[in-house]
């Protein structure tokens, strides 16, 4: 059983800071919280078409799109995660959940699914770890 004191739950509770964080600066629009958790060659597939962005600044372009969009047309992106997998052997971590864009006015869900996203931890031997995201995958179930 993982415990608080274990490592995979430090990870575990980590990740899932950041990822909270992640939906944050979503909300709010902010790039530099965004530029702080995505890895320089980070990887993007989008749920409905498989759009794929390959690297932080391609996805820094996208919601900066995204973020200037008029309010009643902006979406407003959640990822919960379900569970997270730490590995034992390398400094990973795969996440698992549900994602929803709701719009931004009215709060109308306009799409929602499942994602996994892997993350990695930059510094796995300092005393603050730093896990970034590496890649993510989304599926558009509704």
Known sequence: ???????????????????AAFNRALA????????A???????????????????RKA??????????????QRTNYVRTPDAIHVSP???IAMETGAWQGA?????????SGRYAAKWRNLVPLGPAPQWVLMAEIFVTLA
């Open 28 to 35: 709010q629009g902010d790039l530099n919280a965004i530029t």
């Open 59 to 72: 996805q820094l372009q996208a919601w900066k799109r995204e973020f200037g969009a008029a309010p009643a």
């Open 103 to 111: 719009n931004a006015t009215t709060g109308a869900v306009q799409a």
């Open 1 to 19: 059983m993982t415990t608080a004191s274990t490592p995979n739950a430090a990870a575990d509770l980590a990740i899932r800071m950041q990822r």
């Open 89 to 91: 052997v390398e400094p």
């Open 37 to 55: 958790i995505l890895h320089p060659n980070v990887t993007l597939i989008t749920g409905s078409d498989s759009a794929l962005l390959n690297g």
